[in-house]
């Protein structure tokens, strides 16, 4: 493992959280760590003249719906294996760009983290693979309904359809997204609009 990890492996940690990038890439002194922010569209050259490259997300992203960054390193480097630092609050909502894609906590402790990052990008990883959210035919018919500013008494109205039954399947939406509250769903989905997989 460790001949994988040389002068031309990278790791790119997308965040806002000066903090989180000086903590991941004091973890992994064997890559070279490159830190961007969400909204960064112009990547520095070492990104493309890297052999191997990790990226590193942090969940946030979604909070702030930029997505500028992901978008240009997924046209400049197909190839790289990408790893979702999640927290509880973000769930499991992820873009459908998702190639080679690992999720861990980021609650970690520091060894565990470092280990974890390094079998990944040496590709020996049992990390928990991203997956894609399935929503049944009556979940995906009624989230535009959740996501909306409407209460359950007005959307019974609309669709017929008892508010006990209505908040069981919100219910479920939102076990399957992995999120606590109806409020993170409408406020991820307003930040993303037109973001397959995070829109479902």
Known sequence: MEQLLNSKSLM??????????????????????VHSRFSDSQLPDI??????????????????????AFDAL??????????????????????????KCWALPQILDPTALHLALKRIFSGFSEAECVRKIELTHTERSLLPYFISDLCMHKISRLTGKDTKTLYTHRHRILTKAGLRLPAFLKFIYKRNQGVPGITF
Do not use: Q
């Open 74 to 99: 997924d046209v400049k480097r197909p190839d790289a294996r990408t790893v979702w630092l999640l927290l509880n609050e973000t769930g499991w909502l992820f873009p459908d760009k998702n190639r």
């Open 47 to 68: 990104i493309t003249e890297a052999e191997r490259v990790l990226i590193v997300v942090d969940s946030h992203i979604i909070f702030r719906g930029e997505w500028s």
């Open 12 to 33: 790119v940690i997308l965040t806002e959280n000066s903090w989180l990038y000086m903590g991941v890439s004091a973890l992994m002194p064997e890559l070279i760590c």
